[in-house]
């Protein structure tokens, strides 16, 4: 194995005729973002302001579009200084900044991010299935093992191009659910006596900031599959441009969807917004919707958990074809360990809204900015602009100290 490479047995090169359309790269690109983080938005306007809120999901989104380009950029740098010397994974792109302790150290924090996500994508299904389900009489551990054989079995299908059709699925059931909470919360608002004055605009608390940055820092969480979902694409040309659409999108629902739940339950918001709507039909629809589509969203959540491991796992050499079967059986072991593992995880955490602030403030804050404007600026160099390096060095700055303060915050309590 030279330079590094990693080799993967379930995560090989795809020819053309394979690869992810426009459509498909949209599935997976809304279906890499938007998760369980989304229903603590307005739980985290309540901490903030609806103002400074919104001013914060805006920023969060727009530095997370930006630094997913410069991975892009970056990638597209090495391939065309070293064509033969692929760079298919984040690990990869450290490996060529940084050599051997660049990629461990990449790889490393993107599995500490990932994992906490995918924990929280658990834990999240299994307290409301929970809640749904309390009647069977079924610990909320029972709720999250018995996810395992499903989530085992999507996690063996190779590609995400394969994956897509789930993909899509699961951002149906995201929006139905989310259009249904909005429902709720218009009609709460409108039969509630509400008064506008009532609600927060930019907190005095100042300590709650950091927390709800976290938080919003968590929702857009997604940049570990930056560079597979643009190898994954037809035309990655289109790439950049099907992005910013999408993040466009995105922001504005996240800001939106924060905004109304906040209106509607004020200082009665609770961490995930589900658990303040009445209990009737549409709010177990709501619950059970959010649940089927996280389901299907796992899978491509811990896509590139997949990779470092089985990358690490080096059972033969990937020239012997005739034992590619063997490969490809402990590969899929090695996936089978990695859900249970998970979920073992998720059966030991408390309280999914502060464990999400907690992950956003800490390891996302570092996989989402500080690295990608750390690798643009050792490939690019010299050949940067001053604005450019000005504003790479900012972003690395500002991610440096928000995942110090905000750990800080989140530990002590805000």
């Known amino acids: 194995m030279e330079h590094g490479t990693i080799t ?52 969060v989104g727009i530095t997370t579009f930006y630094c997913m380009l410069l991975l892009v950029r970056c990638r597209e740098n090495l391939a065309s200084e070293e064509p033969s010397a692929e760079s298919r994974t984040y690990g990869d792109l450290g490996y060529r900044c940084f050599g051997t302790s660049g990629r461990y150290l990449t790889e490393l924090l993107i599995l500490v991010a990932l994992c906490g996500g995918s924990v929280a994508y ?100 997604g940049i570990g599959m930056t560079l597979a979902l643009e190898n994954s694409m037809q035309d990655k040309a289109k790439f950049p441009r099907l992005l910013a659409q999408t993040f466009g999108g995105i922001t504005f629902v996240y800001i939106l969807f924060g905004f109304c739940g906040y209106m509607a339950f004020g200082e009665e918001t609770r961490d995930i917004v589900t658990l303040n709507l009445p209990r009737n039909w549409s709010s177990i629809a709501v619950q059970l919707g959010l649940c089927l589509g996280l389901v299907f969203t796992f899978p491509v959540m811990i896509h590139p958990i997949n990779e470092i491991v089985e990358g690490k796992l080096k059972i033969v050499d990937k020239d012997n074809n005739e034992s590619t079967g063997l490969r490809k059986i402990c590969a899929y ?82």
Not at 123 to 135: D, K, M, T, Y
Not at 350 to 373: H, K, Y
């Open 8 to 59: 993967n047995p379930l995560l090989e090169s795809l020819p053309s005729s394979k690869r992810a359309s426009k459509l498909q790269t949209l599935g997976n690109i809304i279906v890499s973002v938007v998760g369980t983080g989304v229903l603590g938005l307005p739980f985290a306007f309540r901490v903030a302001g609806w103002v400074a809120g919104s001013i914060g999901v805006a920023i």
């Open 122 to 221: 658990l834990v999240f299904i299994g307290q409301n299935l929970h809640s749904v389900l309390q009647s069977y009489g079924l610990s909320l551990t029972s709720f999250i093992f018995m996810l395992v054989p499903v989530e085992i079995g999507l996690s063996w299908i190779r590609s995400l191009s394969a994956l897509a059709p789930f993909s899509i699925f699961a951002d149906i059931c995201n929006v139905l659910a989310i259009g249904i909470v909005v429902k709720e919360d218009i009609g709460q608002v409108l039969g509630s006596g509400f008064s506008f004055g009532e609600r927060t605009t930019i907190t005095s608390n100042i300590g709650g900031l950091p927390f709800a940055a976290g938080m919003a820092v968590f929702c857009f969480e």
């Open 333 to 414: 072991m090695s996936r089978a360990i990695v859900v249970v593992v998970l979920a073992i995880l998720a059966s030991f955490v408390p309280e999914f809204g502060v464990f999400a602030s907690f992950v956003g403030s800490t390891i996302c804050a570092v996989i989402s900015f500080v690295l990608p404007a750390t690798f643009h600026l050792k490939l690019f160099g010299s050949s940067l602009g001053i604005w450019q390096k000005t504003l790479d060095s900012f972003v690395v700055l500002c991610g440096l100290f928000f995942a110090i303060y905000g750990t800080y915050n989140t530990v002590v309590g805000f």
